[in-house]
């Protein structure tokens, strides 16, 4: 069965105190990776795509990188404003539709 | 990117009566996503909607509960039915970007912002 894991659940780091959020997966194949970041009331706004093991993109403060067997959003320097729910989903192979399938997020608190 | 909105934000429910939520995207799209988000717990999707054919559900999720229509190739609608508590939850469309990579996989897929349904 396919399955997304997301650690750690929750983590809490001070302003500029630099950590990775890990997601690991189990598919039969793999067509593509996704992250993204999920406010409070708000729908999930995408940030990355990855799609073949060593693959790696950047977008200001955020790193994604992936393996064969997980993913890791590094986080440079964070600020308060980075403070969301991150979550990692995950394209298998098969199936009639393009579903996704998601972990259950890790919530991020930086404080200032 | 889409731009997708959803109606309405959200809503408070007497058990046994029904609720249509509606997705509106500002550009013509092939297939509609709509996603459950219980507290707690992770996305999971309800159904893939195609313009001018039947809702394609998956396991756990029957017609009957969760309806859905799908008019034209910028707007579609869930209803869920006869509501209980356990159907709290925040309902979430989605359409897959429009850059595709070879075999077909999306560049990505953009959400709604989502209606929070609570019923009573």
């Known amino acids: 069965e396919d399955q997304v894991t997301q650690s750690p659940e929750a983590l809490r780091l001070q302003e500029g105190e630099s950590s990775s959020l890990n997601c690991s997966y189990t598919?039969?194949?793999?067509?593509?990776l996704f992250w993204y970041r999920q406010d409070p009331g708000k729908g999930p706004e995408f940030l990355f795509t990855?799609?073949?093991a060593g693959e790696e993109k950047e977008k200001e403060r955020l790193k994604a990188t992936l393996t064969k067997k997980e993913s890791f959003l590094h986080i440079t320097a964070p600020k308060p404003e980075d403070s969301a729910t991150y979550l990692c989903?995950?394209?298998?192979?098969?199936?009639?539709?393009?579903?996704?399938?998601f972990g259950t997020g890790t919530l991020l608190a930086v404080q200032p | 990117s889409a731009v997708i909105s959803q109606k309405p934000s959200r809503d408070i429910c007497q058990r046994g009566t029904s609720l249509t939520i509606q997705c509106q995207v500002d550009?013509?799209?092939?297939?509609m996503f709509w996603y459950r988000q219980q507290p707690g717990q992770s996305l999971t999707l309800i159904a893939t909607?195609?313009?001018?054919?039947?809702?394609?559900?998956e396991s756990g999720f029957v017609i009957d509960k969760f309806p859905i229509s799908r008019p034209n190739l910028t707007f579609s609608t869930l209803t869920v039915s006869n509501m209980s508590p356990e159907d709290s939850s925040i309902y979430l469309c989605?359409?897959?970007?429009?850059?595709?990579?070879?075999?077909?996989?999306?560049?990505?897929?953009?959400f709604g912002p989502g209606t929070r349904l609570t019923v009573l």
């Open positions: 989605s359409v897959e970007g429009v850059g595709v990579r070879l075999e077909g996989v999306p560049d990505t897929q953009y």
């Open positions: 909607a195609n313009q001018g054919s039947e809702a394609t559900y």
């Open positions: 990855l799609y073949s």
């Open positions: 598919v039969s194949g793999l067509r593509g």
């Open positions: 989903a995950v394209l298998p192979k098969g199936g009639a539709t393009n579903k996704l399938i």
């Open positions: 550009s013509q799209v092939t297939m």
